[in-house]
């Protein structure tokens, strides 16, 4: 496991608080979200609500555009439809309550686990199983699970990856964003859940979902300061 480096970001209170208010609540001329991203967690009562949290649904497939990817159509055929029943058995075995930091949920995560045979199957690494959906692949599957189980799985795209400057190939960051959230006796999650609430954007809002907003948006200045 690759140990996590914390950006230090997230101990700057008025730009990590700064960051997370404009994600969340900053408008377009027209008075809808200037984000999209700002309604991934929340649309139609969000992807772990109980009726639907062990399937996929259209609603799923819309919150991903809403981070800007896709599955192309027979990938979200196959995804809704769920033939082969990978899909509801996977789901069905992952609880809607997981936590990341709770040690309980480690076997969720870890290789043979449900949540990591679900990114396997949608991702089919080294043709570990074949016939994943289309269009689907890593970052869209950490975006899917991270709509189903928004407590257990971060949301995790280039601009994360760059800014904790992870490996090309990371095959452990759960596992290693898990343990940071348990070191010094939750005082990564404790200081997320603080900047949560400074920012008052809602505590439906997780807190994996905030560390990710924080470095996208934090990363995403680095990178147009550097064009500049």
Not at 34 to 43: M, V
Request: with cysteine; net charge neutral; aromatic share 6%.
């Amino acid at each position: 496991m690759t140990a996590l480096w914390i950006p230090p970001v997230y101990e700057d209170t008025e730009a990590s608080v700064e960051l997370l208010r404009r994600y969340f609540t900053r408008q377009r001329a027209k008075g809808d979200a200037y984000y999209s991203g700002a309604h991934f967690e929340r649309l139609a009562g969000g992807g772990d609500r109980p009726e639907t949290a062990d399937r996929f649904t259209a609603d799923d497939l819309v919150a991903i555009t809403m981070l800007s990817v896709s599955v192309e159509p027979h990938g979200a055929v196959e995804l809704l439809t769920d033939p082969a029943g990978h899909w509801h058995r996977l789901l069905s075995a992952i609880p809607r309550d997981a936590r990341l930091e709770d040690p309980a949920c480690a076997p969720l995560i870890a290789p043979g686990g449900p949540a990591s045979e679900l990114w396997d199957r949608l991702v089919n690494p080294r043709g570990t199983h074949p016939g994943k959906p289309d269009g689907a692949g890593p970052v869209v599957a950490g975006k899917l699970l991270a709509r189903k189980r928004p407590h257990l799985v971060p949301v995790y795209d280039t601009r994360v990856k760059t800014l904790f400057r992870r490996p090309k190939v990371d095959h452990t960051f759960w596992s290693s964003l898990a343990g940071a959230l348990r070191a010094d006796g939750g005082a990564l999650r404790g200081r997320l859940a603080e900047l949560r609430a400074r920012a008052g954007i809602g505590e439906d809002i997780g807190v994996l979902r905030v560390l990710d907003v924080i470095a996208w948006m934090h990363q995403g200045e680095v990178e147009q300061a550097s064009a500049g």
